[in-house]
């Protein structure tokens, strides 16, 4: 039985149930942006999002049932026909359960691309064209951990992106470099510059 | 047309820079006759009077008002004025030509709710608008309608003008509490709803100009006249923002409830361009497409929901069969790619590849599959976007493809003249 207060999320998790997520972490604030956890409850004129809604006595809800894997199918699908997830196995994953073609938009259809990595710092890089948005590294940047405030936004819609004020480097912005937006971020988008460089193909010695 | 306009009123009669002028016409009677009425009252009479709010999502009043009413201090009333639903101009000429009455009713509210601070918060691009009402609040201060012991009757309010910046999702109430707040305006998560958690976090009353406007004649004229004008699941007066192919395009005070027959021929004075109805865009580019055989609805929320439609905003903006519907498609779409905030997944790449299609089908370039997947964006964007912006950014165009004949293999409107 979910105790009270619990999330559907969690209600369902005790209950042995999964549900996907792409933007939730269990350590941090739940903006609920993905969408990708909705599920359908009875009653109620839109689905909800399963990591922030409350379970409530006698609701009945539906975690998996067409209107709910139609949503997130589709919002997979337009998700991998805008960014790289190339390092995001997860996602890769949920893609193939659910479906997905991305490719039904055509190959002319946008993708959100950002120019050259963001070699800026000693410490990490940031490879935008790989961000999912899932706002994980503005929330530790700000009151879920660091309280740095580092990490905004720039550009609203599609071309939202995550940004430091007026697209300054690290250097000069409040970042204190504690890392802990590299740790959180699930695609790749924000990596350890020796994490990088490796990958680049560049013989890396010890630590 | 027996009505006799209430809203409108004073419009073009007064001087809007003239308090003067405004007590003349009848100016804060309504406020005097709430004091006496006590706050309790006020809140019961607008409750019963099941005034249901104008600014599109047709939510009773009178609950958001007793909620607050029983919230502990501080507290906050709101007058949303950002009014930037394509296709609706009646809260600018209100605040334009009556500026007082908006600070009268956010009184009211004040009063009656118990909130010590109140916000307008104007659509930016409303210049005359925004000084109008500016000077309405200073000259109010200045005449103890403001302040500190408003009309002795022991209650303070102070009133504070905000200008938004260019964004529609600002008008969204939860973005439009991040904007006051010196946020970007994105939208919250609900619940927790504004009357629990609103503007700093703190219990919020926001209303729109028009739902606010409606509670002067409520408290003056009481419960029965109310009631007597238009149904009774949705009364009172309405204000129809009436564009588009009619020969008087403009803003119409009429019954809730008119049909969209006598706001076209009797108030529109019948359809212009070629002066056949294609069909009519309620609500705005966040409302629904309707045809022709829909000229008898009543126009009022609880009518239009039984055609799949809404009134929104109260935008009825007429096409006649001359007009380019794939361009005005085409223009609808470009909006909500334009205005989306990006916050949830849904409508930041809904939006992008909805426009992408419907520049296709405007341009006569259909793929197979595009249909289906701008129907299966359509459903996502509606059933799994956090706010209204992306709950409704495909209802026009797929009322469209639906309701104007379109055809898939020729790339046309059947209901629309096709020679361009
Ligand atoms: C994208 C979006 C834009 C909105 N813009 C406005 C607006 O400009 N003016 C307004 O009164 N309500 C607007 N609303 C509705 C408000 O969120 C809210 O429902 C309204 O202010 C409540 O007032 P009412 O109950 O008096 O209508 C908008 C909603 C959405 C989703
Ligand atoms: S950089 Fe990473 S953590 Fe930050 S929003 Fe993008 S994907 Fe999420
Ligand atoms: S529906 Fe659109 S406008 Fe509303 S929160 Fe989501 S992205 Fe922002
Ligand atoms: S996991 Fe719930 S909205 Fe992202």
Known sequence: ?207 | MTYQPVLTARLGKIDPASLQDYEAAGGFQALARAVELGPKAIVELLREAYLLGRGGAAFPAGIKWKAVSEAPAPKYVIANADESEPGTFKDRILMEGDPFALVEAMLIAAFAVGAEQGYIYIRGEYPQAIARVQHAVNTCYNAGYLGRNILGAGFHFDLEVRKGAGAYICGEETALFESIEGKRGFPRLKPPFPTECGLFGRPTVINNVETLLCVLPLVLRGLDWFKSIGPEKSPGPKLYCLSGRVHRPGLVEAPMGTTLRTLIYDYGGGVSGSGELGGVLLGGAAGVFVTPEHLDVSLDFAGLRTIDAVLGSGVVMVFDTSVDMKAVLRRIARFFRHESCGKCYPCQLGTQRQHEIVERLAAGRLRSGDLLALREIGQTMRDASICGLGQTASGAILSAIDRFGFDEHTGRFLRFDSNW
């Open chain 1, 1 to 207: 039985m979910a105790s009270p207060g619990a999330t559907i999320l969690e209600a369902a998790r005790s209950a042995g149930i999964t549900i996907p997520t792409v933007c939730y972490h269990d350590h941090l604030t739940a903006n609920a942006v993905c969408r990708i956890c909705v599920v359908e409850w009875m009653g109620s004129r839109t689905l909800v999002p399963a990591c922030v809604a409350k379970i409530q006595p006698n609701a009945r809800i539906y975690t998996d049932n067409e209107r709910v894997r139609t949503a997130r199918r589709v919002i997979l699908e337009m998700l991998a026909a805008t960014v790289d997830l190339s390092e995001a196995p997860e996602l890769q994953t949920l893609l193939a359960e659910y479906g997905a073609d991305p490719h039904r938009f055509g190959s002319d259809a946008a993708r959100r691309e950002h120019g050259p990595v963001k070699v800026d710092n000693p410490f990490y890089v940031r490879d935008y064209d790989k961000c999912i948005l899932c706002w994980r590294c503005v929330q530790v940047c700000a009151e879920d951990v660091q309280f740095t405030f580092a990490l905004g936004f720039n550009g609203r819609g599609f071309e939202t992106s995550i940004a430091t004020f007026f697209d300054r480097p690290m250097p000069e912005t409040t970042c204190v470099f504690c890392g802990n937006c590299v740790g959180v971020c699930p695609t790749g988008a924000l990596k350890g510059k020796r994490e990088y460089l490796a990958a680049q193909g560049a013989p890396i010695g010890p630590r």
